[in-house]
Nanobody
Framework: QVQLVESGGGLVQPGGSLRLSCAAS????????MAWYRQAPGKQRELVAI???????NYSDTVKGRFTISRDNTKRTVYLQMNSLKPEDTAVYYC???????????????WGQGTQVTVSS
């Protein structure tokens, strides 16, 4: 059993900051890529940022320079530091992880439940 539990969402004013956290728990052998996606009302889910197990990162152009993804492999946690938030950042943010369980030969996809981020004055 593997779960991704997200926290840190909430209401913030434009220009403010939030930090999202996503902790993986369960019988985990290793975690490959971890990522943050978001989905705004009426829009497709989009990749925000992704980080590989060794720390390589990639960002959506819409958040580059404002958001930072990081991970703590000991804590099995991925973070998304969001600065200079804009109203268009309002969305449900979803954590994603590629996880190998014990005795599995391949990776499995897991998703968090989503956490609401609202940027409004």
């Amino acid at each position: 059993q593997v779960q991704l539990v997200e926290s840190g969402g909430g209401l913030v004013q434009p220009g403010g900051s939030l930090r999202l956290s996503c902790a993986a728990s369960g019988r985990i052998f290793s975690i490959n890529n971890m990522a943050w996606y978001r989905q705004a009302p009426g829009k497709q889910r989009e990749l925000v940022a992704i980080i590989a197990s060794a720390g390589t990162t990639n960002y959506s152009d819409t958040v580059k320079g404002r958001f930072t993804i990081s991970r703590d492999n000991t804590k099995r946690t991925v973070y998304l530091q969001m600065n200079s938030l804009k109203p268009e950042d309002t969305a449900v943010y979803y954590c994603y992880a590629e996880i190998k369980n014990y005795f599995n030969t391949g990776l499995n996809d897991y998703w968090g439940q989503g956490t609401q981020v609202t940027v409004s004055s």
